[in-house]
């Protein structure tokens, strides 16, 4: 006489499949815990997002000036190509309701007596009152700034927010990238370390 295979009650498997949709997120939300404790862990500086233009050809610029700017007592140019061309160039990204750019301005200010270094801004959906007030108030760090009032030239860049900067060295390759403020770890870390290896090329 031969056994008989056990035979698993019908509603078994439905409740079997309910628990696991049910333990799923659970497990999901740990996994994705777990990378992000480790990137914070792992002591790298978030902020340095690496970016797929790092390497390649700047975007080209081409946007109008910021009218009543004034940069040495003249009017300040547009940002153009030929603004950066040939010239180790910090790009800035900022506008005058960014409250980390009025923190990251002084920085700014100091890096464009840097003689080694062209600094340029890109004002991001500003209006242009706000913006020559910030410049008036805080300080102008650039020799050239171009108005992007729609955020096109932001993504041609691949900004992720602002304040946002962009090392060009002088053949017009995008060399660092910077997400944030600049603090004094991101500039011994990262930006001085890019113009020294872009001077010495």
């Known amino acids: 006489m031969s056994a ?44 340095e997002i690496p ?15 910021l009218e009543g700017a004034t940069f040495k007592g003249a009017a300040m140019p547009a940002l153009t190509d030929a603004a950066i061309k040939g010239k180790l160039t910090l790009v800035n990204v900022w506008a005058s309701w960014c409250v980390p750019c009025r923190e990251e301005n002084p920085i700014i200010l100091e890096l464009a007596k840097d003689p080694r270094l062209t600094v340029v801004g890109i004002n991001y959906k500003d209006q242009t009152d706000n913006a020559l007030r910030f410049l008036g108030e805080l300080g102008n760090p650039f020799s050239a700034v171009g108005v992007d009032p729609r955020g096109k030239a932001a993504i041609d860049w691949g900004v992720y927010g602002i304040p946002e900067s962009y090392l060009v060295d002088a053949s017009g390759t995008i060399v660092y990238k910077r997400v944030g403020p600049f603090d004094e770890r991101s500039l011994k870390g990262g930006l001085y370390p890019a113009i020294e290896k872009a001077v010495a090329k």
């Open 4 to 47: 008989e295979t056990p035979v698993e009650p019908e509603n078994s498997r439905p409740g079997k499949m309910r628990i696991v949709f049910a333990v799923l997120p659970l497990v999901i939300f740990a996994g994705l815990a777990v990378i992000f404790w480790s990137q914070l862990d792992s002591g790298r500086d978030i902020s």
């Open 51 to 65: 970016s797929a233009l790092i390497g390649t050809k700047a975007p080209s610029l081409d946007m109008p000036p």
